[in-house]
């Protein structure tokens, strides 16, 4: 008898949580655009890169306060690098597909965001502006990048925040940092000098995009 009562006593509790949860239950698309301030993490003497993104996706809320989104995004990456008179522009695009766990507080206006991202390598390329090996001077070239060179996946961890500021139109922060390596090690050359001089380079991603849901 005991035994019956308290398993009537949960089969209600359950009841009783899973029904709002169901009523709140719902699916939602989400576009973004915006700009991304990028660079490499292991490569000493770079700065900071800007470039754009522009990102579909669909979310699902298990309840008005929990809930999951997987995205689909271009993305402009790199960074700057500059030894003396000489600078180079890695410029790298990928297709990244975040999975995002999501937590929105009570309100429903501020969203916390964390999640892994996949990164497939598109191409590279690198601009080399300085002194000119033959006849002085200054020169500019711009180069592409084996995609061989490159590993084609780029795994991260991502976190974000979002601000709905009116129902379905918001700005969004994000940070995402590469936890494999980008590039296979040095292949080649520019002017006699190594265009990428370390193994060890990491994508690292700070941006911020106008977001708009359905």
């Given at each position: 008898m005991k035994h019956r009562f308290w ?64 995205d689909v995004a271009f993305s402009e990456q790199g960074a ?135």
């Amino acid at each position: 008898m005991k035994h019956r009562f308290w398993t009537a006593v949960a089969v209600v509790c359950g009841l009783l949580l899973t029904t709002p949860m169901q009523a709140q239950r719902r699916m939602e698309f989400v576009f973004s655009d915006g700009l991304n301030l990028s660079s490499l993490v292991g490569l000493e003497g770079v700065s900071p890169r800007l470039g754009l993104f522009s990102e579909i996706g669909v979310g699902y809320n298990f309840s008005p306060h929990i809930g999951v989104e997987l995205d689909v995004a271009f993305s402009e990456q790199g960074a700057w690098y500059v030894e003396g008179k000489s600078r180079y522009d890695y410029a790298y695009n990928y297709l990244n597909i975040p999975l995002l766990a999501k937590f929105t507080l009570p309100d429903q206006s501020l969203s916390f965001m964390a999640g892994v991202q996949a990164g497939a390598f598109l191409s590279g390329t690198y601009t080399y502006t300085g002194p000119s090996v033959v006849g002085g001077g200054m020169t500019s070239t711009e180069m592409e990048f084996d995609k061989s060179e490159f590993h084609p996946w780029d795994f991260g961890a991502v976190v974000g925040v979002r601000w709905m500021f009116l129902a379905n139109l918001g700005v969004e922060v994000r940070y995402a940092l590469g936890i494999t390596q980008t590039h296979n090690g040095v292949s080649d050359s520019l002017n006699g000098r190594p265009y990428i001089s370390v193994p060890d380079n990491r994508n690292s991603v700070l941006r911020l995009g106008l977001v708009v849901t359905l």
